[in-house]
């Protein structure tokens, strides 16, 4: 007897997912046939009952996160067939092998067709994070395949999900399929470790995984770093939102005449000088600060040649983006006035509610109330690692420009 909750589009609704975009949201639902529950797999219907697809189902606007626009079993040989299809992505890119770098996202949500669920490798633990219940139920299964995409380099599989499924003191109240309620927390799921060292092209930092933002390290910004050991030579920098010091290295190794690191965390400044010393750094070329970042670009009279932005995300709605754009524009501004003439600002968004445009819009405005020339020397974006779906453009949060200030 199938079992199986169907949805039921409204008329035309089908056409995005027609187009492969892999979200359905509550307003092209028809009815459903059956009663879903957060995390179900349901098996999505044309208004002619034609079969679009297949996913999770969700509660709030997004009501299911597509899987798959086929007719194909939905049982481990789809989820390790996904897993390894990732993998030889990374393969491609060249991030599996070599002595340059040992850490990258395996595993980008939308952009690898595995909505809610990202992995990040670092030399030899994996770190997984769940964005939706229907992710998490199956992390034992991705466990298993990690280990046998990696074999005997898998050190240890880490579940860091507590935060993305929004529990409450890392612990939340999970109904399983049975209708079971049952207790999860950050947990180890295979083997165990401490924080790892990983290289990145050339470079050495310390991942605390199980502390740290995040999965522990921002491997996004990868090839938007060696634009600042590139830029970095020779000019007084400041890198705002540190966190634990990546960028700061960068330009340091790159011939910055000093970098001054700054982050609201204490154990961000912490992690900062511990990557300071992996990577051989003299004490006379870099200074650290614990510091509200808007505060000190508001009050300080210090000027650079170099600012790095690279703030947490000051949107993750659309109802709070209009706020956001505000907190870009203004701290854009504080940091060209900060810069001596013929400065370079790095400055980035994450927040994907705020798109590209919106963002370059930003800083045009920043530009217009301070009173400076400004010009785009690049557009950046997030590494090939966290690939972008072309069906889903919403996948590139990244957005990042560096200008030259006149």
């Known amino acids: 007897m199938d079992r199986t909750v169907k949805i039921i589009l409204k008329p035309g609704k089908e056409a995005a997912v027609k187009r492969f975009h892999p979200w359905i949201f509550s307003g092209a639902i028809d009815r459903t046939e059956g009663v879903p529950h957060e995390g179900d797999v349901v098996d999505v219907f044309s208004s002619r009952r034609e079969l679009v697809a297949k996913g999770h189902f969700l509660p709030g606007s997004i009501s299911v996160k597509i899987f ?40 980008f949500t ?11 490798y670092y030399n030899g633990v994996a770190v997984i994070q769940t964005h939706s219940l229907g992710m998490q139920r199956l992390v034992s299964v991705f466990a298993r395949g990690l280990r046998e995409i990696y074999g005997e380099k898998l050190v240890a599989v880490y579940d860091k999900s507590s935060e993305t499924l929004g529990r409450s003191q890392g ?80 330009a340091l190794k790159g011939g910055a005449l000093s970098v001054h690191s700054v982050d609201s965390s204490q154990q961000a400044i912490a992690w900062t000088k511990e990557n300071m010393k992996l990577n051989d750094i003299p004490d006379d070329v870099h200074t650290e600060e614990v510091a509200d970042v808007k505060r000190l670009l508001t009050h300080t009279t210090e000027n650079y040649d170099m600012i790095i932005l690279d703030p947490p995300a000051f949107a993750k709605h659309h109802n709070i983006s209009h706020n956001a754009l505000q907190a870009y524009i203004y701290i854009n501004g504080q940091a060209m006035k900060r810069l001596n003439p013929g400065g370079i600002l790095f400055t980035f968004s994450c927040s994907q509610v705020i798109n590209r445009e919106m963002f370059r819009s930003a800083i045009q405005a920043a530009a217009i109330e301070t009173g400076k020339n400004v010009k785009i020397l690049h557009q950046l974006s997030q590494g ?14 990244l957005k990042g420009l560096i200008v030259a200030v006149e």
């Open 68 to 107: 798959s626009f086929t007719q194909e079993p939905v049982n481990e040989d789809l989820w390790m067939e996904k897993l390894k299809t990732a993998y030889k992505l990374r393969v491609l890119q060249g991030l599996t092998t070599g002595t340059m770098a040992n850490a990258y996202r395996l595993v």
């Open 110 to 120: 939308e952009g690898d067709g595995l909505p809610g669920l990202i992995i990040d």
């Open 171 to 250: 612990l939340k109240t999970v109904v399983t399929p049975g209708g079971k309620e049952e207790m999860t927390s950050d947990q180890f799921l295979f083997g165990s470790s401490g924080p790892v060292e990983i290289q990145e092209t050339g470079h050495r930092f310390m991942v605390d995984f199980i502390l740290g933002q995040k999965t522990g390290f921002f491997l996004d910004q990868r090839g938007n770093r060696m634009f600042a050991q590139f830029y970095g030579r020779g000019r007084k920098v400041l890198n705002a939102f540190c966190y634990s010091g990546a960028f700061s290295v960068y």
């Open 384 to 397: 090939a690692d966290h690939p972008i779906s072309i069906f889903h453009p919403e996948g590139e949060y």
